[in-house]
């Protein structure tokens, strides 16, 4: 069965970095778009990125120019390295699989998530 | 506060029908995007519920329902079961934001 699997969340300081790491089975990670979302504490979904099979990123705003999102195909795992992090970050990270359509793609499946805290 | 307007909660009693709404706007909806809804359990994976404004993937009931009109859409979901409490998350493609958006998400209360 087709799964993705998310680690590398923790506790860290406003400013500091982190990079999460979703391994997946069953499917190609280069061969799909693959996207990371996030929930922040009582809150709802908010995208972060999401990275094309051809190689190409898009970032919400509030994340653009701290987090990047990357792939390593030897190791079908997808990455999304966080820097410059802020309380707002405090949030469960999810990786998910794109389906592209034509009307605007969706995600159909998910991790279990993540857990980043910022927080001195 | 998120660019799709949901109702922060609904509730039904066990075999009636609920209908949850998500609103959006002319850079979502009005310019001809589709919406999909998720279904999330707190500590679990969100699972994909509908796609494509009224298509259900494999293994969910046909209870559930989803359609769009315009800048609205609504899930419906009939026979209402315990199973189905949850919380509820609407999704589109906002071509000013150029990115996907999240309604607020919907808690569903089976009494």
Known sequence: ELQLVESGGGLVQPGGSLRLSCAASVFTVSSNYMSWVRQAPGKGLEWVSLIYSGGTTSYADSVKGRFTISRDDSKNTLYLQMN???AEDTAVYYCARVL???????FDYWGQGTLVTVSS | ??????????SGAPGQRVTISCTGS???FGAGHDVHWYQ????TAPKLLI??????PSGVPDRFSGSKSGTSASLAITGLQAEDEADY???SYDSSLSGSVFGGGTKLTVL
């Open chain 1, 84 to 86: 410059s992090l802020r």
């Open chain 2, 1 to 10: 506060q998120s660019v799709l307007t949901q109702p922060p909660s609904v």
């Open chain 2, 89 to 91: 998350y609407c999704q």
């Open chain 2, 51 to 56: 796609y494509g404004n009224n298509n259900r």
């Open chain 1, 100 to 106: 592209p359509a034509l009307r605007g793609d969706y």
């Open chain 2, 40 to 43: 999330h359990l707190p500590g």
């Open chain 2, 26 to 28: 002319s850079s979502n």
